[in-house]
């Protein structure tokens, strides 16, 4: 399977906006880009997944590089809610793998 | 939100007892699966299910065994629970097999 590496963890301030990368340097050309989030003693909840564009709802924006080798997950304004572990995850089909994440901390 | 509902959300149990976790959903998707938390390790799939009596081994599936009699809920049994299967375990569906997977609440398992 495909590996993504993210940062282990990282700081904003609330209302600023976050970005969060993710390399995946050995993606396939039918993996996706899943972005899952898990707040503190919840399960995972799904963000936003994309193919090949950039991609937008009302929680994210997802920016996917030409050469689908890395991606950004971009939170526009965040909130004391967004802190959370966020993984960046490929798949093609049910097999989610997930790594670590990246720890998001969101200072009042 | 995914109407999904895991039963029961905390148990203690005893080393070599059986063990039946339960994951029930009302949005009628057709995928269904058990993921299992540990620190350091992520989310792992132990089985996963792709519709009535039709079942599959994840990653991590030695210990466990799953059924799936009805569309809406999908068992999953320690038949011997051991401390090392001390986790937290999550349900998930999907519509098919490459969707979003909606996860439900966990349920935490302590085997002593």
């Known amino acids: 399977d495909a590996k993504t590496t993210q940062p282990n963890s990282m700081e904003s301030n609330e209302e600023e906006p976050v970005h969060l990368p993710c390399n995946h340097s050995?993606?396939?050309?039918?993996?996706?880009i899943h972005w899952y989030r898990q707040l503190p003693s919840q399960g995972p909840e799904y963000v936003i997944h994309?193919?090949?564009s950039n991609v937008n709802n009302r929680m994210a924006s997802l920016a996917i590089a030409e050469d689908r080798k890395s991606s950004t997950l971009i939170l526009h304004r965040a909130t004391l809610r967004d802190a959370a572990v966020y993984y960046c995850i490929l798949s093609g089909d049910y097999k989610l793998s997930f790594g670590a994440g990246t720890t998001v901390t969101v200072r009042a | 939100d995914a109407g999904i509902t895991q039963s029961p959300r905390h148990k203690v149990t005893e080393t070599g007892t059986p063990v039946t976790l339960r994951c029930h959903q009302t949005?009628?998707?057709?995928?269904m699966y058990w993921y299992r938390q540990d620190p350091g390790h992520g989310l792992r799939l132990i089985h996963y299910?792709?519709?009535?009596?039709?079942?599959d081994k994840g990653e991590v599936s030695d210990g466990y065994s799953v059924s799936r009699s009805k569309t809406e809920d999908f068992l999953l049994t320690l038949e011997s629970a051991t401390s090392s299967q001390t986790s937290v375990y999550f349900c998930?569906?999907?519509?098919?097999?490459?969707?979003?997977?909606?996860f439900g609440p966990g349920t935490r398992l302590t085997v002593l």
């Open positions: 998930a569906i999907s519509w098919t097999s490459a969707d979003t997977q909606y």
């Open positions: 994309g193919l090949t």
């Open positions: 050995t993606i396939s050309g039918t993996d996706y």
């Open positions: 949005e009628n998707h057709r995928y």
């Open positions: 299910s792709y519709g009535v009596k039709d079942t």
